[in-house]
């Protein structure tokens, strides 16, 4: 029931958003859905960092849904469009980049926690309800120089929704977390 931006325009905001993120040295934590959302999202990830507009920092896809799908994505590319198709030309697969990493195994998870940025962890679930994406914000929510980047859809009474809001608290796990 709203207007979109044109995704030209929405890919200056995204690197204008990473740029701040990597001057901080901050983590970008990314909820998203594992269906399209993660694969258009990696997808501009790679053609900003291709084209130069974002610096190659680590950007990991930590959700095993997600994985799976972007394998199913990769074995289909007669379903992309044009745009894809010469991109996959031109430069390889569009969901495979050097400086992105998948994850599924949930020790490989856990450990980016103890990791410094800057860096961006996209996780399921994309409404923050459940999935990977409430242990990483439970771990990086509080520090003012990361941030939660919000790329989807926030239904009403969701975590995502509130944290789209910019509320100042929100409960993780049941704990409040001051959001800065």
Do not use: W
């Amino acid at each position: 029931d709203r207007l979109h931006s044109p995704m030209s325009g929405m890919e200056a905001q995204l690197a204008e958003v990473v740029n701040r993120a990597v001057r901080r040295k901050g983590k970008i934590l990314v909820p998203s859905f594992a269906l399209e959302r993660t694969q258009e999202f990696v997808y501009a990830l790679n053609r900003l960092t291709d084209g130069g507009a974002i610096p190659p920092i680590p950007i990991y896809v930590d959700s095993p849904l997600s994985v799976r799908i972007t394998e199913i994505f990769k074995l289909h590319p007669e379903c992309f469009d044009d745009e894809t198709h010469a991109f996959l030309r031109q430069n390889g697969d569009p969901f495979g980049f050097d400086n992105l990493r998948y994850i599924s195994d949930v020790e490989d998870s856990k450990a980016l926690n103890g990791q410094d940025g800057p860096m961006m962890i996209i996780a399921g679930s994309g409404m923050c309800e459940a999935g990977r994406i409430l242990h990483h914000l439970r771990n990086a929510v509080e520090d003012a120089k990361n941030m939660v980047l919000i790329i989807g859809y926030q239904a009403q009474h969701t975590l995502g929704r509130r944290i789209a809001e910019r509320k100042s608290e929100v409960k993780i796990f049941g704990v409040e977390r001051a959001l800065e």
